[in-house]
């Protein structure tokens, strides 16, 4: 975009600079090129690229229908445009494309001869395999005399992480490989204590934590 910009910019000044006076042709957002035939072909191209995408907005198609037994008939949201099968010629159209899917066919052998693209925002019907779902996990403790059973429950089998923490420092670890599981933890005196679980699936990660008083 920057080049074609620059590119602009650079032809505009060049033209102004050559010749002040010759016109400029309403402004489009590109010229596209539509041909069908000789053969039994037919194709939308852009500076000679197949049109398989497009930016909403006007844009001229230099239309060149090359055989009188294809035509080339354009047509989507808000536009309709077509040559006529049984002749030849060049013509130019001017259109707007919204958003949308566009088609184009010749009709005398639309199963053979026909393309589309798209144009601006497009709910396409693909169908994707959904990511898969971000792993959860809670965290429950029980505490019996100094023992604090912590169980973590994810959403999934997880790598389960427990740690028993007493302020910043952690007293007391555990891991496991499951979906639910219960550790013992020794807390190594009476008071206030955390109990953090981290649960790690397919590279996502969840914590919980349950505070808990040891007696
Ligand atoms: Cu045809």
Redesign the pocket.
Known sequence: MKTKLGVLLVLSIAGLAAAVSVARPAATDGTLQAT?GPG?S?NLTQNGVKVTHLDPGTYTIDVNDQ?D???FDLFGPGVKESTGVDTIGTTTWTVTFTDGTYNYV?D??PAS?SGKFTVGTVQTTTMSTPPPAAVKVKAKAKVTLRTVAVTATATKVASLDFGLWKGTKRVAHATAKAKVKTVKLKAPSAGRYVAKVTAKAAGKTAKASVAVTVK
Do not use: F, P
């Open positions: 069908v039994y037919i055989a037994i294809h035509n010749c005398a052998h001869m």
